[in-house]
């Protein structure tokens, strides 16, 4: 009887220190690794991780909130080439350039900011991640079509790769939802 109660007590301690040391590791560990399976899905690891990591919500946001969170750079992307756009417009651009940038600002980055980014936010809130997705991809081509509206003489190479890479990265993650 003794026996028997010892060794009920030695297995209940052994799974209350087994428990929670899984528990603790899984606490410590698992938003980092969810964190980096989802970037390894995505076209663009290392921007994925930065831009994640830049929010410390991350750290313990699901797959949704990860999302959330990618289109929240995506705005903030966008908002940051559209303020560049006005200055550029203020610097008396060729009437060429001119144009194409007007283009960026009307057509494609207002497109980003007004329409992409709080349908996509809205969708991913509400659940129902479809039409995130259209929208995401939508916003990497429309940073690609501002780019080509310079016709190889573009002042935005760089915003427009940046935006498309992060527009990419979100979809991907969007994608994970489907
Ligand atoms: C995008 O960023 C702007 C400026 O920070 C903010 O006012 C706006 O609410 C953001 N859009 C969404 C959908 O969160």
Known sequence: MRTLVFIVL????????FLSSSQCAKLSSNDDNLIEQTCKKTPNYRLCISSLKSDPKSATADVTGLALIMVKVLNTT???TLIRINSLLHHSPSPKIKKALLSCADMYYNGIITAD????KEALTKGDPKFADDSTLDAAKEATLCEEGFSGNS???VDNTNVNNV????????K???
Do not use: G, H
Request: proline share 7%; hydrophobic share 60%; aromatic share 6%.
């Open 117 to 120: 980014v709080p349908v996509s």
């Open 10 to 17: 030695v297995y209940v301690v052994f799974q209350i220190i």
């Open 78 to 80: 966008a908002t940051r």
């Open 167 to 174: 527009a990419r990265v979100t979809e991907a993650i969007v």
């Open 155 to 157: 002042p935005l190479t």
């Open 176 to 178: 994970l939802l489907l």
